[in-house]
């Protein structure tokens, strides 16, 4: 349908042999992370999903062993991930990179377009099934039928209509919703503008994300030379798969624990030479 981004084809020819062989988190590595259902479990409602005892501060010691080359890319509202992970503020892609908070803390945001129709539209879907729920962002406003999953196609069809005649927006799907968001921007654009600046900037890119939205993101970190990861089940770009959120979160550990180990921080020593030797 018309304004609904295409499906990702994967190769797989280009896939390692084992694909849940987790790939090496190093001191090089720019690491990009998803949020829900990929750090926390998706939940029944947005507002209900439950952190991990132990994931703020695994993600806190993450990004102390990466000098700060740790990044969140969600589409959820920056005040939402900052809410779950208080008092954690990490650099941030929120709403699929229309709100981005750079490691400088400055922040960056896309002038919203015209939602006026797009919301009269969600709200009248809401209001006549008491299965949806309307979500407004900043620059975006989605639609979840999770509690309503028969509706799907109707959900579609009302919203790609009114998409057609918005200016500046396209309709994308992800797990039991769709969303209303400004033109040309994606968790992959994201994540490019991350690495064009320090501490990202000349490291390998590493996204993990569960979602058909975060394959934008995908193939945006595997054409830079990084590599991605597929949290769940589902067709995927990513090299890599990962069969659930606390997999994901048991990987991250194991992470840390090398990162801490000696030999981590003299490959971190070695480069930082290397990198002043260049200058």
Do not use: N
């Amino acid at each position: 349908m018309p304004g609904v981004f295409p499906p990702f084809r994967p190769a797989p020819s280009s896939f390692p042999p084992d694909r849940t062989v987790l790939p090496v988190l190093t001191a090089q590595t720019a690491l990009f992370l998803d949020f829900d259902g990929t750090l926390a479990d998706i939940a029944t409602e947005p507002e209900l999903v439950v952190v991990p005892d132990d994931l703020i501060g695994l993600l806190e010691q993450l990004s102390i062993r990466l000098d700060g080359a740790l990044a969140l890319v969600s589409g959820r509202k920056i005040t939402d991930l900052d809410g779950f992970l208080s008092p954690l503020r990490l650099p941030t892609a929120a709403e699929h990179g229309a709100q981005q908070r750079m490691p400088s803390g400055d922040m960056l945001s896309l002038a919203a377009p015209p939602l006026h129709e797009v919301i009269r539209v969600a709200q009248a879907l809401a209001s006549q099934h008491t299965g949806l729920r309307v979500e407004i962002k900043s620059a975006a406003v989605a639609v979840h039928y999770r509690h309503a999953p028969e509706l799907e196609t109707f959900c579609l069809q009302a919203l790609a209509e009114i998409v057609k005649i918005t200016p500046g927006v396209e309709l994308m799907q992800g797990k039991c919703v769709f969303e209303v968001k400004p033109s040309g921007i994606s968790k992959g654009s994201a994540m490019q503008l991350f690495m064009s600046a320090p501490p990202f900037s000349g490291r390998l890119p590493l996204f993990a994300g569960d979602d058909t939205t975060d394959e934008a993101g995908f193939a945006a970190v595997q054409a830079m030379g990084g590599a991605a990861i597929k949290v769940g089940e589902g067709i995927s770009l990513a090299v890599y798969r990962c069969a659930s959120p606390a997999q994901l979160r048991q990987w991250l550990r194991s992470s840390l624990q090398a990162l801490d180990k000696p030999e981590a921080a003299e490959v971190t020593a070695h480069q930082r030479q290397v990198d002043e030797a260049a200058s």
